[in-house]
C-alpha cells in the first residue's frame, strides 16, 4: 500500500505541476522590503493543486517597476531581474507537457514522476521567486541621545574648539544590492520581510557613523549652522562610513538625508561668537574702528555725568593718558602693508613750476642768518617771529591778540 499511495502522490502531484504558473507581486508598501511571489489563480482555473514552491517550464514572471526579482532554487539564486517587463521561465528541471515539444516534455515528465515516486510522492526540490522593493524607502527618523563632539575650524581667523552639538532629522535609504541583501539578511522568507525586523539595528548604526561623518565636515571647515546647508556632503561622508556594514555587508546605501536642526549648548555657542568678535579685531582697521565706537558712546556718556560734563570728560581723559592704544595709530597700522604683501602706493601730486618755485622761495631769516621754512630754526632752535599786524584800532601787535582794545587777530 506504501509504494501504491507513493505512486498515486507522485502522479498526481507531477500532473498538477503540468500546468503553466503566472507568478507576480502586488505593489509593494514602504514597509515591505522584500515578498515572496505569488501565483495569479482566478476562480475558474484548474491550476489550484499545483505546489507553491514549483515553477514549471515556460511559466510567466511579471517585475513592475521600483522592483527586482530574483529566483531561488534549492536555495541557491538561478535567476535575476532588475528590468520591469514579463519573463518566461526555462528550465529543463520541472518540465511540462505545455511548454516545448510535447513527445520530449512526456519523457521528461515520467522522469520527473520517477524522482517524486522516490520521496514519497512529494517533489524533493524548492523553486521560489522573490520580489525585492527597490524604491527609496523614506521617513526614517533620528536624533542624537547624546551630545556629538564636533571640531569648530577657522583657519582664517585660527579659531579651533570643540565644541558638543546635537541634531535630529530623517533620513532614507535603498536596497542597492539585492542579492547581499537575500544572502546576508533576509533569506528564505515564506511570506514577506518587514523594515521594522532590521530597523532598530539600522538606526544604531547610522547614529555610530554620524560622529566620524561629521568629523568630515569639520575637516571642510563647514561651521555648526551651516551643516543644514551641507546635505549632500553629509550624505557622501555617512556613505563612506557605512560602507563596510551597510553597503558591503547588506547591499543597502543611504539615499537622502534632512537635519530638522543642529543645536548648540549655550555656553558654546556663546564662547564661538566671543572668539569670532576677539578675531576680527586683529584687523588693525576694524579695532580701530570699534575704539573710535567706544570713544563716542564714552562721550555721549561723559556728556551726560551727573556731576557734570567736565568731570565727565576729564575722566575720560585719566583714562586715556593711562595707556593703550589710540585710534590714530590703529588705522596707521592699517595702512601698513602686511606680511609678505606690496606697499601701498602713495599717490604724488604733481606741481606745477611756478608753485614749485614758489614753495621754494616761501620761508623766513632767523637772527643767527639761517633760512628755514618750518616754525623753528634747523640751526639755533630759535622759534619763527610771528608777523606783525594792525588792529582795527589802529594799534600794531606782533601776537594774537591787540595790545590795546583785546581783539583776536584776524
Request: hydrophobic letters at 40%.
Amino acid at each position: 500500500m506504501g509504494l501504491m499511495k507513493a505512486a498515486m502522490a507522485a502522479a498526481g502531484s507531477t500532473l498538477a505541476d503540468q500546468w503553466k504558473e503566472f507568478f507576480y507581486c502586488d505593489a509593494l508598501s514602504s514597509d515591505v522590503m522584500v515578498a515572496k511571489g505569488q501565483k495569479r489563480v482566478g476562480g475558474k482555473s484548474s491550476n489550484t493543486k499545483g505546489n507553491d514552491n514549483i515553477i514549471s517550464q515556460g511559466s510567466g514572471i511579471a517585475v513592475a517597476d521600483g522592483q527586482c526579482m530574483i529566483i531561488v532554487e534549492q536555495g541557491k539564486i538561478v535567476e535575476f531581474a532588475s528590468e520591469p517587463g514579463e519573463y518566461t521561465f526555462d528550465s529543463s528541471t520541472e518540465p511540462s507537457i505545455f511548454a516545448g515539444n510535447l513527445s520530449n516534455a512526456i519523457l521528461a515528465s515520467f522522469d520527473t514522476f520517477a524522482i517524486r515516486f522516490t520521496y514519497g510522492g512529494s517533489t524533493g526540490k524548492d523553486q521560489r521567486v522573490y520580489y525585492f522593493n527597490t524604491k527609496e524607502l523614506m521617513d526614517n527618523k533620528f536624533g542624537t541621545p547624546n551630545p556629538i563632539p564636533f571640531r569648530v575650524v577657522d583657519s582664517r581667523i585660527g579659531l579651533d574648539i570643540d565644541v558638543s552639538l546635537r541634531c535630529s532629522g530623517v533620513y532614507s535609504y535603498k536596497i542597492a544590492d539585492p542579492i547581499l541583501f537575500y544572502t546576508n539578511v533576509c533569506g528564505n522568507i515564506s511570506n514577506v520581510f518587514t523594515r521594522d525586523e532590521i530597523e532598530k539595528q539600522l538606526k544604531t548604526e547610522f547614529l555610530s557613523a554620524l560622529q566620524p561623518a561629521l568629523a568630515k565636515l569639520s575637516a571642510m571647515e563647514i561651521r555648526p549652522n551651516q551643516i543644514v546647508a551641507h546635505n549632500t556632503e553629509l550624505e557622501d561622508a555617512m556613505n563612506e562610513a557605512l560602507s563596510q556594514k551597510w553597503a558591503a555587508t547588506r547591499g543597502l546605501k543611504i539615499v537622502s538625508i534632512a537635519l530638522g536642526s543642529v543645536t548648540l549648548p549655550d555656553e558654546d555657542a556663546e564662547m564661538i561668537k566671543t572668539m569670532q568678535r576677539n578675531a576680527a579685531l586683529t584687523n588693525p582697521n576694524m579695532a580701530g574702528a570699534t575704539l573710535v565706537a567706544a570713544q563716542a558712546d564714552a562721550m555721549k556718556a561723559a556728556a551726560g555725568n551727573s556731576a557734570g560734563a567736565m568731570t565727565g570728560f576729564m575722566g575720560m581723559g585719566m583714562a586715556a593718558q593711562a595707556g593703550g592704544m589710540n585710534a590714530q595709530n590703529l588705522f596707521a597700522m592699517g595702512q601698513q602693508p602686511m606680511m609678505g604683501q606690496p606697499a601701498p602706493q602713495q599717490a604724488v601730486p604733481q606741481q606745477t613750476a611756478p608753485q614749485q618755485a614758489t614753495s621754494q622761495s616761501a620761508g623766513w631769516t632767523c637772527s643767527c642768518g639761517t633760512i628755514n621754512s618750518g616754525n623753528f630754526c634747523s640751526n639755533c632752535g630759535s622759534p619763527k617771529p610771528s608777523a606783525d599786524w594792525i588792529c582795527s584800532c589802529g594799534t600794531k601787535n606782533s601776537g594774537k591778540f591787540c595790545s590795546n582794545c583785546g581783539s583776536p587777530r584776524v
